[in-house]
Structures are given as structure tokens and as C-alpha cells.
């Protein structure tokens, strides 16, 4: 498993454009799997354990609002920075990215994220 997350942050690196950093987490016990960072101080590994937290709320509003609908995917815009969590259909992990807003392509994320999702679920 190690070697398939390897690869999968390896691919986020390379190809997702303004990339900050990234974690696998899973969602029952809010620890990362794997994680990665270029910026000196970014933990994404903490923030994932916090989005956990995001995750969970949004599917209790969804419930009280009768939405019975699946939750794919969560979006932070900040000034300087996008923030997507991409959650797997199996619901049981999540892909935390982290892009320089300026630099990266919004596009491109989306869907390098859920190709390399797929993948992984294909693995896993």
C-alpha cells in the first residue's frame, strides 16, 4: 500500500498545478495514511485530522436537511490558497489538497484528483 501512495503523491507533485501539499486520511480514525508538503510549516496531516471534523458536520447537515444525496467533495477558497477535500465513494478516506490559488488551475485539480482517487480505489 505504502508504494500505491507514494505514487499517488508523486503524481499530485508533478502534475497538479501551484500544489502546497496533500494527505490521504481515513475517515474512521482521522489519520493520515500518507501525507506531503512544499511549504515549511504547512501540516497537512493536522488539517486532515480537522476536516474529518468538516466531513462529518456537512453529512449531519445534509441529514437534518433530508439531502439524500453523496458527498463528493468540499472547497475552501481563501485569499491565497485552495483548499479541496475529495472524498472516496467508499466514504471510508479522503484526499486533502492544498494549491496556491494564483498559480493553480482549479480545472486541472478536479479532475487529476479524481482520476488519481479512482486509481487508488482501484488499489486499496
Known sequence: MEVILNKLI???KENIPGYIGVSVTEMSSGESLVS???VEGFDPELASAF??????AKRKTMEILNISDTLNDIEFNLSDQVHVINISDSGEYFIYL???KEKG????????????????SNEL
Open 98 to 100: 492544498a494549491l496556491n
Open 51 to 56: 476536516n474529518v471534523e468538516i466531513i462529518n
Open 36 to 38: 506531503d508538503s512544499v
Open 105 to 120: 488551475n482549479l480545472g486541472i485539480t478536479r479532475r487529476l484528483l479524481s482520476k488519481y482517487k479512482e486509481e487508488l
Open 10 to 12: 508523486s503524481n499530485i
